[in-house]
Every structure is written in C-alpha cells, then in structure tokens.
C-alpha cells in the first residue's frame, strides 16, 4: 500500500526555519515526489519537486515564490522527501503535502500525483 506520512509543520516567525518530512512507504526510485501547498479558497499549488533518478528531466524544481529560501531533499535509504524552509514569510502559512506521482508526472499539475500524505500545518506569524 502506497502511503506518504507528512511531519514538521508548526508555528514559527517570520525569518525563521522549518523543515518538513515526508515518510514514505515504498521505494522512491521510480517516483516524483512533490510538496504542494494549500490556503483555503485557493487552488493547491506546487512548492518543489524532486524527480526519479528515471526522470530525462531536471531532477529538482522549485516554484518562483519559494526559489533560493526552500531546499528539497531526498535520502533513497530511509525513504524520506525532506523540504528545507529558510527565511519563512508571512504568505508561506498553508497546509503543505507531499505526492507521488509516477516519473512521467508534470511537477506543477497536483492531478499527475496519485498518492498524498494528510498534509502538516505551516503557519507564519509577524
């Protein structure tokens, strides 16, 4: 059974660090695993994205709003998908989830990512 464990979420301010993991329970050789966030009354959207070392693709992207402050990680061993999040703002407060999507899977389209974790809470304050 393909399951994604999400944790690391909380309260902190802004200018401050968090880093997210996402537990999986299968291996991730042949998977893109995404984090994605969501606000409510907005759409989900991608925050970054690692490929499958199968991917043609680059293996690591991240949307314009999170560039140069998040770092996406993976260690193959323990099945984990670490989101490093530096220099956290106000706007990055939302329900973040990790993905699975095959390794032909469009890293911005949430609909190619066919598991998800249940989401942890990353709340910014001023």
């Known amino acids: 059974q393909v399951q994604l464990v999400e944790s690391g979420g909380g309260l902190v301010q802004s200018g401050e660090s968090l880093r997210l993991s996402c537990a999986a329970s299968f291996s991730l050789d042949f998977y893109n695993i995404g984090w994605f966030r969501q606000t409510p009354g907005k759409e989900r959207e991608e925050v970054s994205c690692?490929?499958?070392?199968?991917?043609?693709?680059?293996?690591?992207e991240y949307a314009d709003s999170v560039k140069d402050r998040f770092t996406i990680s993976r260690d193959n061993e323990k099945k984990i998908v670490y989101l490093q999040m530096d220099s956290l703002k106000v706007e990055d407060t939302a329900v973040y989830y990790c993905?699975?999507?095959?390794?032909?899977?469009?890293?911005?389209?949430?609909?190619?990512?066919?598991?998800w974790g249940q989401g942890t809470q990353v709340t910014v304050s001023s």
């Open positions: 993905a699975a999507g095959r390794d032909w899977a469009d890293c911005s389209e949430p609909k190619d990512f066919g598991s």
């Open positions: 690692i490929r499958s070392p199968n991917s043609p693709t680059d293996p690591i």
